[in-house]
């Protein structure tokens, strides 16, 4: 059949990784002034992301897993529609908006069209806002914020290429060496920070076998890295239990909530890492750390000496490939120290457990049991991709974006927020977002164990003040040695 695509083992998964309680729907908002049309809306999408083909192929399983396959009856009406906000008695208009965003998480896509839908709120604040969703199958974050900013006034449109169509019987190439090798290019490892004692040229032996690869010092030590990696990943235990972590006794409900920040200057959170000798995400992480530590305490569940792990997406792609969609990405499992109180002390945890990362196994690992579990049957699947779960309270990820507001449609994009999806019975989702020179947060959660998670959004900004204000009355004496 022409234009048929064979849908790679690592997409598979995460097309098959729904379930009652999660769905594997990436979901964001935009928020414009002044208002569009849907006419407009729809003339956009049209022209602009279904030049992306993936968006025009609807998802068809068979046997051998699953293909991409023209969708020869899309209606761009049924992908592109109106919606209205409902406010309650007393509600704000954000509150709606924060609402629909959740029930809308965590309603499935159909299944027969391709699965990613555009609703447009024509009357917001004064303008539009628009909630897009994805399945995480078409893309990850990194590719999927590339092609949501090719969409905008004056984006560039995917580099044109020659047509490589497979047909549905073809043979997948070998997994290991065409979804883990080839993507780890130089700039690849250098983005997620797998360079120096010899780990670059490692990968480039492995990724090409004409060269030695017995009798390497560097390779030995490589390869007792992975073996490492591999039990720590193995050996881990389960994750702390708190009132976030959803466990057979305080299980999902599968109603989704979200919220999301006011952005707060980036420019503020870079002087502050300065002055810290720690890196933006080092400050943005204990923030979080200390946000989720202060909700505990507010819930009557001391945090002091807990920690909790969350799963960090790490990207696999060369950069410059960003447009390319599909899933290259890794996971890796950082610690967050809820349970310290000190914002100094906490910030430079952040920064040993981030330091540990570097250089790590790990998210490559995790691609490739994701790469394997795709060749499973669905049953199989859970029960491997489970154990990821159990060792872990949330998923976090961190995306930046473009340091001015951009156009759409001729009105201004003046913020933006999306969610991540969390797999298993993991209950909580934290996006960090930077765009038009400010940074925030958002927060997705299970109704069952977070029911109102501004309680926990609220807390990020103070908690960035503290370390404002004590950064300032630097030095810390015996800040290096906590």
Known sequence: ?????????????????????????????????????????????????????????????????????????LDIRQHVAS?????????SERHALQRLCGELAATPLDNTRPLWQFHLIDRYEGGSAIIVR???????????????LSITDGG??????????????????????????????????KAIGMYGSGMAKSIDALSNPQQPLLGSVDMARSGLKVVNDVAALALMPDDSATLLKGTARQPLSGRKVVAWS?????????????????????????????????????????????EIRAMVPVN????????????????????????????????????????????????????????????????????????????????????????????????????TMFWVPASGNIGVGVSILSYGGGVQFGLITDEALCPEPQQIIDRFEPEFDKLRWLSMMLPWPGQEAT
């Not at 098959?16 to 935009?30: A, K, Q, S, T, Y």
């Not at 279904?50 to 897993?65: I, S």
């Open 1 to 73: 059949m022409a234009d048929v695509e064979r849908m790679s083992r690592v997409d598979t998964a995460w097309l098959r990784m729904d379930n009652d309680v999660n769905l594997m729907m990436i979901v964001g908002v935009w928020l414009l002034t002044p208002a569009i049309t849907l006419q407009a809306l729809q003339q956009r999408i049209q022209e602009k992301l279904l030049k992306y083909p993936r968006f025009g192929h609807k998802v068809v399983v068979d046997a051998m897993g699953a293909a991409w396959v023209p969708d020869e009856k």
């Open 83 to 91: 919606a209205k906000l409902k406010p309650k008695k007393g509600e």
């Open 134 to 148: 994805i399945h995480h199958c078409i893309g990850d974050g990194i590719s999927l914020n590339s092609v949501m």
């Open 156 to 189: 560039a449109d995917p580099p044109k290429r020659r047509k490589r169509v497979e047909p549905v019987e073809a043979a997948e190439p070998d997994w290991l060496s065409d979804a883990v090798l080839k993507p780890l290019s130089d700039i690849a490892i």
């Open 262 to 306: 006011e952005p707060m200057p980036l420019d503020q959170i870079k002087a502050v890492g300065k002055a810290l000798s720690c890196t933006v995400n080092d400050v943005l992480l204990s923030c979080v750390a200390g946000a989720i530590g202060s909700y505990l305490q507010g819930r009557g569940q001391d945090p002091a000496g807990l």
């Open 316 to 415: 696999l792609r060369p950069l410059d490939k960003a447009w390319q969609l599909g899933n290259r990405f890794g996971l890796a499992p950082l610690v967050l120290p809820i349970g310290v109180d000190n914002p100094v002390q906490r910030v430079y945890a952040v920064r040993r457990r981030m330091d540990q990362l570097k250089g790590s196994y790990q998210p490559l690992l995790a691609f490739a049991v994701l790469s394997v579990s795709g060749l499973f049957i669905k049953p199989v699947q859970d029960v491997v991709l489970g154990l990821f779960a159990k060792k872990a309270t949330a998923v976090m990820t961190n995306v930046p974006g473009p340091g001015v507001a951009l156009k759409f449609c001729g009105s201004t994009l003046r913020q």
